[in-house]
């Protein structure tokens, strides 16, 4: 059974930094491309990074490319995501996702190709 637990969410300040982890059980972690996403209260679920299934490649959102990073630690099966200089518009839950397909070699940026989810952890950036 696919698991993906989300942590490291909480209030940072603007300009300031977090990294969120999520931690994968139940497939096979290596074989696999990871993204994340977020929803702000009353919009809709959006990209914001992705990763691929070695690693080696990654995808951003232009609203955090130069900000975030997302990378993959495939002997810890988790993946994270470095926020750094968060601004106010940043605030959203964030999810971590599973994509469907095996062995991809570009993370996939759109929310239909990925198949499994995490419950999300919070993050709220105060100005």
């Known amino acids: 059974q696919v698991q993906l637990v989300e942590s490291g969410g909480g209030l940072v300040q603007a300009g300031g930094s977090l990294r969120l982890s999520c931690a994968a059980s139940?497939?096979?972690?290596?074989?696999?491309?990871m993204g994340w996403f977020r929803q702000a209260p009353g919009k809709e679920r959006e990209f914001v990074a992705s990763v691929s299934w070695r690693g080696d490649n990654t995808e951003y959102a232009d609203s955090v490319k130069g900000r975030f990073t997302i990378s993959k630690d495939n002997a810890k099966n988790t993946v994270y995501l470095q926020m750094n200089s968060p601004k106010p518009e940043d605030t959203a839950t964030y999810y971590c996702?599973?994509?469907?397909?095996?062995?991809?070699?570009?993370?996939?940026?759109?929310?239909?190709?990925?198949?499994?989810w995490g419950q999300g952890t919070q993050v709220t950036v105060s100005s």
């Open positions: 996702a599973k994509d469907r397909y095996i062995l991809r070699g570009i993370g996939p940026t759109g929310i239909a190709a990925y198949g499994s």
């Open positions: 139940g497939f096979s972690f290596s074989s696999y491309a």
